[in-house]
């Protein structure tokens, strides 16, 4: 059987941005993004999606350990907050003077790009 490639649609969330998750276990947490996965439409929050790591044993560690990190979400899961009026928002792109495209926000309408 053959596998489809379905080519991703472009995140338009940026590692550092901070968003709020939206739907599942963990809706209504707050936390920067670490990291995405443009390929697969995920991103990484941390303080999100935490799941148990175990560490094998080694000369360092004989005993191996047991942690919590962040897994990947899909982005469709959490929506950008805006820096300006710290209210949760869809994205917009405006093309500026200089021809360089910018995300701004659907609700004060602010630039949320550094430029």
Do not use: W
Request: hydrophobic share 35%; glycine share 8%.
């Amino acid at each position: 059987m053959r596998k489809l490639k379905i080519k991703a649609k472009p995140l338009e969330l940026k590692k550092g941005d901070t968003v709020i998750v939206i739907s599942g276990k963990d809706k209504g947490l707050k936390g920067k993004i670490i990291r995405t996965i443009p390929e697969k439409g995920m991103v990484v929050v941390e303080g999100v999606n935490m799941q148990t790591h175990f560490l094998r044993p080694t000369q360092d560690m004989p005993q191996g350990k047991i942690t919590k990190r962040e897994g990947p979400i899909y982005a469709s899961k959490v929506q950008l907050i805006c820096p300006h009026c710290h209210e949760k928002t869809r994205v917009s792109h405006k093309i500026l003077d200089n021809g360089k495209s910018v995300r701004v926000c659907m609700n004060c309408h602010e630039v949320i790009d550094k430029i």
